[in-house]
């Protein structure tokens, strides 16, 4: 009986510590932002640069910054996904134009999964979704 408690604690143990570690840290993601900054704002309200408001951004639907001119193809893109989710917005951190061939933004990605979990987070934090 002991060996199963121990075996149940330690299996309780690892699966928290496991989604634990891919979970972001916004305090880091803010400091990866700034990668992003040139190009985005982050502010409630706030205005379009080059780059569309990321606002909101998790949660939302994509492609739907308002006065943005968004590519044909992430608005094709955002009719089949729908929203960005931490899958599809890692996946679009990673390397833009692996996920949507045909976007116009230049950005090359983000290699280190770390910094992309820790941009998400950043990123929920600045929302209401």
Known sequence: MLKIFIKSITIIFVCTFMSSAHAGDASKGKKVFNK????????????????????????????AAEGYKYSKALIAYGEEAGTWNEENLDAWLKKPKDLVRKTKMIFPGLKKEEDRANLIAYLKENGNN
């Open 36 to 63: 992003c900054k040139a190009c985005h704002g982050i502010d409630e309200g706030g205005k379009n640069k080059l780059g569309p408001n990321l606002w909101n951004t998790v949660g939302g639907p994509i492609a």
